[in-house]
């Protein structure tokens, strides 16, 4: 229904400028002429999106944003130049970008949110969901409500049986933030794309995309709750502490990366509609390092993944030594579950191995990714980015190993959840940044960068 009206709203908004191209298609009748404006046109484009590419690499940022709009505003009438995902010109551009790169954002707070709801045990603590929220207890006589709830749930009887009412407020406090920050990113999202839908500035195909995500959006509140639900139930063994099912809790986490990382690619496209390119050598260079690239990425979502995993287990509190585990290389109890397939998902100490090889493997991949490209012809840029690449892997690392022989504070465990998503950040920017150039741009461009002094 939402998606059919979202549908609706934009072929109506953009039905003058679909008949408006028309006619300037129809009108044309000099293939050289137009061939002519073709390349003036892709001149441009390829001049001020490198120009703000360039001001971008230096920190300038607002300079960047402002050429990257116009250069998606000169390229918008060539027939094989840009696909843009949004109209209205540089100032629509403008606005569209801010908006999901404020949502992108917004999603990578919640990230850390739920870190610390987990980690400070928070996340049990409301024994109830609304789809719609609701207040917090405002009374005296609705706390003491509250915590008479907490009291019937497995984790009060197990581990926190004797805790004190101040001490309920924190962790509750600490759960209700985390699910009413979610309330606000769809509130936050939901009223800036019907304002931009009813300008008319987003086209069919972002419109698609962006209704795609919004109901992933909607969808994340019901997979917390379902994750939330399965720590309310009591355990198998009288001796196991309650927590949530590792699998929902890998499916939350999971489904907020790829929220995020939606939000941030679609963000990225439309404030640099082009990618840096000033040579054809360049785009064959960066060409070379997409290549590379994608299976890198492949290999951080798979680690992020597993450390899911790891969090779902509890499998952090074990082993606290590196690079051994405890005394020895490997655990001898890494296949004590049947059918073998459940060790990787349900033994702690598989699980913990698995993460540490997947982690070596990340570092390894992306220095590789830096060994194989330090002598191709790219965008001073791109190698920029990938440097930044390797030293926020290695800091993640780093950080995994520290949260892991400091026995998961959550400062350190916070910070490593983070680290994770800033390399999956970099990760998206360099594979957007490497991306083919519109054939207009390319063929425009020398066949190798003019050097400057």
């Known amino acids: ?13 953009n039905k003058a400028s679909l008949n408006s191209i028309l006619a300037n298609f129809k009108e044309t009748t000099s293939f050289r002429a137009s061939s002519s404006s073709l390349s003036s046109s892709s001149s441009a484009v390829a001049r001020s999106s490198l120009y703000g590419f360039r001001s971008l690499y230096k920190g300038n940022y607002m300079p960047s944003w402002r050429n990257m709009s116009t250069a998606a505003a ?5 027939k094989e130049g840009l696909k843009l995902l949004v109209t209205g010109g540089p100032h629509a551009q403008k606005a569209v970008g801010i908006w999901l790169f404020g949502s992108a954002a917004w999603v990578f707070s919640m990230v850390i949110l739920g870190g610390i709801t987990r980690l400070t045990r928070s996340g049990l603590s409301m024994t109830d969901w609304k789809f719609t929220g609701s207040l917090p207890p405002l009374s005296d006589e609705e706390w003491l409500q509250e915590f008479e709830k907490y009291k019937q749930s497995p984790e ?122 000033e040579s054809v050598a360049w785009v064959h260079g960066a ?36 690079p051994k585990m405890g005394d020895t290389w490997i655990p001898d109890d890494i296949f004590n579950m049947k059918p073998l397939i459940r060790n990787f998902f349900e033994n702690t100490s598989m699980v913990q191995l698995d993460h540490r090889i997947l982690a070596t493997t990340t570092l390894l991949s992306i220095g590789a990714l830096w060994w194989s490209t330090r002598k191709l012809d790219i965008h001073p840029a791109i190698r920029s980015l990938i440097g930044s690449t390797v030293g926020m892997a290695a800091l993640q690392v780093t950080l995994g190993i520290s949260t892991l022989v400091s026995y998961v ?16 950040t970099l990760m998206i920017l360099l594979n957007h940044t490497t991306r083919k150039p519109s054939v207009s741009l390319l063929k425009s461009l020398p066949q190798v960068a003019k050097t400057t002094c």
């Open 409 to 424: 504070p959550v400062s350190l465990g916070t910070a490593h959840q983070a680290g994770a998503l800033t390399l999956l």
């Open 1 to 13: 229904m939402f998606q059919s009206r979202v549908i609706s709203l934009i072929l109506k908004r």
């Open 287 to 322: 060409a070379k390092v997409k290549k590379l690239a994608l299976p890198v990425s492949f290999i951080v979502g798979i680690t992020a993944v597993s450390g899911a995993f790891v969090a779902g287990n509890d499998a952090g509190h074990a082993y606290n030594t590196f």
């Open 156 to 277: 009060y009887k197990r581990v926190n049986k004797g805790m004190s009412l101040e001490d309920f407020k924190f962790i509750y406090w600490m759960e209700y933030a985390h699910r009413m920050w979610g309330r606000g990113l769809g509130i936050i999202f939901a009223l800036p794309f019907s304002y931009f839908l009813r300008k008319g500035y987003i086209t069919l195909r972002l419109g698609l995309k962006l209704s795609a995500l919004f109901a992933l959006g909607a969808g994340q509140g019901l997979i917390g709750w379902w994750m939330v639900k399965s720590g309310l139930e009591e355990p198998p063994s009288e001796y196991a502490q309650p927590r949530v099912s590792p699998y929902r809790l890998t499916a939350h986490l999971t489904s907020a990366f790829v929220i995020y990382t939606g939000l941030f690619w679609t963000a990225l496209s439309v404030v640099m509609p082009e990618p840096p390119a």
């Open 74 to 78: 000169v390229g918008m009438e060539n």
